[in-house]
Nanobody, 126 residues
Framework: QLQLVESGGGLVQPGGSLRLSCAAS????????IGWFRQAPGKEREGLSC????????LHADSVKGRFTISRDNAKNTVYLQMNSLKPEDTAVYFC???????????????????WGQGTQVTVSS
């Protein structure tokens, strides 16, 4: 059974940092494009960051560019999202997802992704 599990969410003060993890079971993440998304209450799911299969190509939404970084640890079958300089507007449920298309480049479009985790809550508040 293919499964993605996010962890690392929590409550953090504005300006703080968190590192989210996305661990896979039942398949090998290094063969998939991986994306991070978030969804705040009453808003649509938003694509944030993605990593190509090789990891050489990454893409970040303007809303997180310069603050969030996506990385892979293939030995641990895990992908990370390092989030710095967090703002209250970053409060949302964060999801990771896997794209099995084999494309060279990654994208932040929701419909490209086949497998999704359950999400982890991130709350930025003083």
């Amino acid at each position: 059974q293919l499964q993605l599990v996010e962890s690392g969410g929590g409550l953090v003060q504005p300006g703080g940092s968190l590192r989210l993890s996305c661990a896979a079971s039942g398949f090998t993440l290094e063969n998939y494009i991986i994306g991070w998304f978030r969804q705040a209450p009453g808003k649509e799911r938003e694509g944030l960051s993605c990593s190509s299969i090789s990891g050489r190509h990454t893409l970040h939404a303007d809303s997180v560019k310069g603050r969030f970084t996506i990385s892979r640890d293939n030995a641990k079958n895990t992908v990370y999202l390092q989030m710095n300089s967090l703002k209250p507007e970053d409060t949302a449920v964060y999801f990771c997802a896997a794209d099995s298309s084999g494309s060279y480049y990654c994208g932040n479009s929701i419909d490209k992704y086949d497998y999704w985790g359950q999400g982890t809550q991130v709350t930025v508040s003083s």
